[in-house]
């Protein structure tokens, strides 16, 4: 295992378009995180999961936003009806579960979405 | 005002160079502190990680908390060009499931 693995690297879709990224996170680790960042910006907090358990969605995160954990170990990230502002980079990470001293979340490569 | 203010830059120093990157922060809920690389159309690495106010040193990285000021600082001592990249501040309560991240400073260090 070398670390979070995301697919697909880069993903050009048509507006309206329904678009799925898949993350595979480090092994054993419980949690897992969905960032989105655009350009010259850093990453925003989108929704996180405990084992296959959503625990909390960001405002940013619209109803056309779906993301599922089933097995509590690869995610998914659904965007329906893709806008030209969903374009941005991706980015799952994934960490143990935090202890009081230890927090440490490791970052994917991202996937690069462009909608025209 | 942003959670979380970051100077982007972008910084331009000599290879060799003591490096100093900021982050500013309002909310007093924020107990842990990271610092990230991020290359170019990359996902930002993990450098360094802080829990609550302290230093903490790796090589030629120090990161230091300041929580009665919510000021954190990254030192890169005898910088090198291959740590040209952007430097992401990064930060979140107890339980990590919302880190709120600068806008990150771009850093080139020219031979």
């Known amino acids: 295992d070398t670390g979070v693995s995301q697919d697909p690297r880069h993903k050009i879709t048509k507006r309206g378009q329904n678009v799925t990224f898949r993350c595979d996170p480090i092994s054993e680790h419980n949690r897992l995180y969905w960032y989105r960042q655009t350009l010259g910006q850093g990453p925003e907090f989108l929704t996180y999961?405990?084992?296959?358990?959503?625990?909390?969605k960001s405002r940013l995160l619209s109803d056309r936003f779906s993301a599922e954990r089933p097995k509590g170990s690869f995610s998914t990230l659904e965007i329906q009806r893709t806008e030209q502002g969903d374009s941005a980079m991706y980015l799952c990470?994934?960490?143990?579960?935090?202890?009081?001293?230890?927090?440490?979340?490791?970052f994917g490569q991202g996937t690069r979405l462009t909608v025209v | 005002q942003k959670e979380v203010e970051q100077d982007p830059g972008p910084l331009s120093v000599p290879e060799g160079a003591i490096v100093s990157l900021n982050c500013t922060y309002s909310n007093s809920a924020f107990q842990y502190f990271m610092w990230y690389r991020q290359y170019s159309r990359k996902g930002p690495e993990l450098l360094m990680y802080t829990y609550s106010s302290g230093n903490k040193e790796d090589g030629r990285f120090t990161a230091q908390v300041d929580k009665s000021s919510k000021y954190i600082s990254l030192f890169i001592r005898d910088s090198q060009p291959s740590d040209s990249a952007t430097y992401l501040c990064a930060m979140s309560p107890y339980n990590n499931n919302d880190m709120r991240f600068g806008a990150g400073t771009r850093l080139t260090v020219k031979p």
């Open positions: 999961f405990q084992n296959e358990a959503q625990l909390e």
């Open positions: 990470a994934s960490s143990p579960t935090p202890t009081l001293e230890d927090t440490e979340a490791f």
